[in-house]
């Protein structure tokens, strides 16, 4: 086996004669990329080893140490004044932009795939350039535009922000699920007597699962972890998602609470986290396999 | 069934069907229309525009031409926070990211590595979580208490307690937007390593090079398309980048993390300027579309 393969730049010198000769080099090399692994992983990890020790510590500080374990964060979390309301507004809003967001994707996937019209191409290839904007480019127009149609302030106005902000990449991995089905599926469905819609029903929607899960995750995630949108479109407190919350909770006081700050910030990312568990069999499962060979 | 009759079947369906091909498709596009081009186009139009939020000019918005095109060019508020930009997606997306995600893809290529899985699943950790609590985990890193982990830190090597959001803020949030990126850098890294051949650098080995060689000449110029590919997605989302900053920073202290996103968020909202605001959105986004062609040029892509 080899010593090693590529070294990264910068780092120590490969051996230049046989491997032979230089057994303990290979040792040295191999101990220094073990600690440069260590030494990354330590470095994206040590910040959230803050967030649940915190969470859980009677007097929680900025500080990583072992906390004097307690629930009281949370309990007053879900008690205190408006906290619960962001949770909730940040569902509300999550769960709904998603859904219209999967509503319309499977409909103009299905189109995008089962149909050949002039401009489709274009069509594919446009949307997928809109995502190279920067949202903060296009941030100050979309606010005056909601305030123009009267949906600035309101959940409905982010939602359907939202769920079009998420739809070329949900339209994109959805055409390339139902570009995947068997086409003769569906024929066989309308020699049964199905119309166009009952065989989408029927025959494109249970098989479309594991796209369906992909695109809910990563909808669901932007939706859930949107930070501008919420931050400029949103004037009421009563409406305010979790990460605008967060951000008022942490800017409007001089003393940082941060013990309820880290238990929310478990809290805010508890959904995501149950979202995948639930949906990663959905993911892995591919449930094309037997369909045409049976 | 036969394949004539299938056949038949689908000719007649398709023309008989082509009526619902707004139904389907409809929805999408108007949601896409309305909420996504509209606001860009709109944005060019309010660039050329006078158009405040608030006060007199509020209500009746006059088109000003290139006015504000030229106020912009001359305000050191406006070049100052685009050379702000540069400095940020420089060092933490072009130099950061890129270098720690490629030892990272380079580490998860040895055979011999124990403990890989644990290891690529701890890196994407700062890239999944929501945007607000990598910045909320980093505000306590860096937070100016004493016994934040940072000033801990520095007590271990017997230095006195600082408050690097304060005294270093544009290297703090280099560094933080360094974190938060190196498993995207990495996971593309990866599927571009997986293209090089492991003979190709085996043989190079035996005829002598040594590791920085094997990398410099044989797998850079085999990866060459993929790196240019990351580097101009890394230059897109690191211009956008806004919460991660203004969460810890709001732009401050004074103007020293005001990036061109920000910039443009406080002109328009913070002062008002909503024509100005959008005239700054175009210059960001002319500078990124020429950066774009540059990148895709130098990769020799196709794109």
Redesign the interface.
């Given at each position: 086996?080899?010593a090693?393969?590529?070294?990264?730049?910068?780092?120590a010198?490969?051996p230049?004669g046989p491997r032979r000769r230089t057994p303990l080099w290979a040792v040295v090399q191999?101990a220094l990329?073990?600690v440069?692994?260590v030494l990354?992983?330590l470095?994206?990890?040590?910040?959230?080893a803050?967030?649940v020790l915190?969470a859980v510590d009677a007097d929680g500080?900025?500080?990583?140490g072992l906390p004097a374990f307690t629930l009281d964060n949370f309990a007053r979390f879900f008690t205190d004044g408006a906290t619960p309301r962001l949770f909730l507004n940040s569902v509300i809003v999550s769960f709904a932009a998603t859904a219209l967001n999967l509503?319309?994707?499977v409909?103009?996937a299905?189109?995008?795939s089962r149909?050949r019209?002039r401009g489709r191409r274009t069509?594919m290839f446009a949307?997928l350039l809109?995502r190279?904007?920067?949202?903060?480019?296009?941030?100050?127009?979309?606010?005056?535009?909601m305030v123009k149609i009267e949906l600035d302030d309101s959940y409905l106005g982010l939602i359907?922000?939202e769920?079009?902000?998420a739809?070329?990449i949900t339209?994109w991995l959805l055409k390339g699920t139902i570009d995947a089905i068997p086409f003769?599926l569906e024929?066989?469905a309308?020699?049964d007597g199905s119309s166009?819609?009952g065989a989408i029903r029927r025959v494109i929607l249970p098989l479309v699962g594991p796209g369906l899960g992909a695109a809910a995750m990563l909808t669901f995630?932007a939706v859930?972890?949107d930070?501008?949108t919420p931050?400029?479109l949103l004037q009421s407190p009563d409406l305010y998602p979790?990460?605008i919350g967060?951000?008022r909770s942490?800017?409007a006081f001089n003393q940082?609470d941060?013990g309820v700050?880290?238990a929310s910030?478990v809290v805010?990312?508890a959904p995501?986290a149950v979202l995948y568990l639930f949906l990663r069999r959905n993911l892995m499962r591919s449930s094309l396999g037997g369909a045409v060979k049976a | 069934m036969s394949t004539a009759k299938a056949l038949a079947a689908r000719t007649a369906r398709r023309r008989r069907d082509r009526a619902a091909l707004p139904l389907l498709l409809g929805p999408s596009v108007l949601l896409i229309a309305v909420f996504v081009v509209a606001p860009a186009a709109y944005g060019v139009y309010l660039g050329l525009t006078d158009t405040q939020l608030t006060g007199f000019a509020a209500r009746d918005p006059q088109f000003v031409g290139l006015e504000n095109f030229r106020n912009l060019l001359g305000s050191e508020d406006f070049l100052g926070s685009l050379g702000r930009t540069a400095e940020f997606v420089f060092w933490s997306a072009i130099i950061g990211q890129t270098v720690l995600g490629m030892l990272a893809a380079l580490l998860l290529r040895h055979k011999w590595l124990r403990g890989k899985g644990l290891f690529g699943a701890l890196m994407l950790l700062p890239m999944v979580v929501p945007e607000v609590v990598a910045s909320l985990t980093w505000a306590s890193v860096l937070s100016s208490e004493s016994d934040s982990t940072f000033n801990r830190l520095l007590g271990v090597f017997g230095s006195g307690a600082a408050a690097p959001l304060q005294e270093y803020p544009m290297a703090s949030v280099i560094l933080i937007n360094v974190w938060r990126g190196i498993a995207f850098a990495m996971i593309m890294f990866q599927a571009a390593l997986e293209d090089v051949p492991d003979e190709l650098i085996e043989a190079s080995r035996m005829d002598g090079a040594s590791a920085l060689q094997i990398f410099r000449h044989i797998t850079l110029p085999l990866i060459r398309g993929p790196v240019f590919l990351y580097l101009l997605l890394t230059t897109i989302t690191t211009v956008g980048v806004f919460g991660l900053v203004y969460f810890l920073t709001q732009g401050g202290p004074g103007q020293d993390t005001e990036i061109a996103s920000i910039q443009i968020f406080q002109s328009a909202f913070k002062y008002s300027q909503i024509g100005l605001g959008s005239a700054a959105s175009v210059i960001l986004l002319i500078l990124l579309t020429i950066l774009g062609m540059t990148y895709a040029r130098l990769a020799k892509v196709e794109v």
């Open positions: 086996m080899a090693t393969t590529t070294v990264e730049p910068g780092g010198p490969a230049a191999r990329q073990y440069l692994m990354l992983a470095f994206c990890v040590v910040p959230f803050w967030v915190t500080g900025p500080t990583v509503a319309c994707g409909l103009g299905y189109a995008l149909y019209f069509f949307i809109i190279v904007i920067p949202p903060p480019a296009t941030i100050v127009a979309l606010y005056l535009l359907l922000v769920a079009s902000a739809l070329p339209l003769e024929e066989a309308w020699l166009r819609f995630m859930w972890g930070f501008l931050l400029v979790l990460s967060l951000f942490f800017t940082v941060w700050l880290a910030a805010y990312m995501p | -």
